[in-house]
């Protein structure tokens, strides 16, 4: 599903799929993105060869380098 207003996503050939994971409201977003990669990588195991899981965003990279630069400034 496309959201409304944004630009046809293209990510790469052949066609794949894309999926959105989004977290309630009051959880920890660095532990939602851990606990997603990991079932993602538990999940890729059992995928033929060619297929794979790809990351194309991840919010939880933003609070990881922003608590990273704040604690370089302290």
Known sequence: ?????????????PPGVIFIVQKR??????EVVRRVRSKL?????S???DVHIN???????????SLSDLSKST
Request: negative net charge.
């Open 25 to 30: 409201s009051g959880t920890n977003t660095v």
């Open 55 to 65: 990351e194309v965003f991840n919010s939880g990279k933003f609070i990881e380098q």
């Open 1 to 13: 599903v496309q959201m409304p207003g944004a630009p046809p996503l293209e990510i790469s050939k």
């Open 47 to 49: 995928l033929p060869r």
């Open 41 to 45: 990588e538990e999940i890729e195991r």
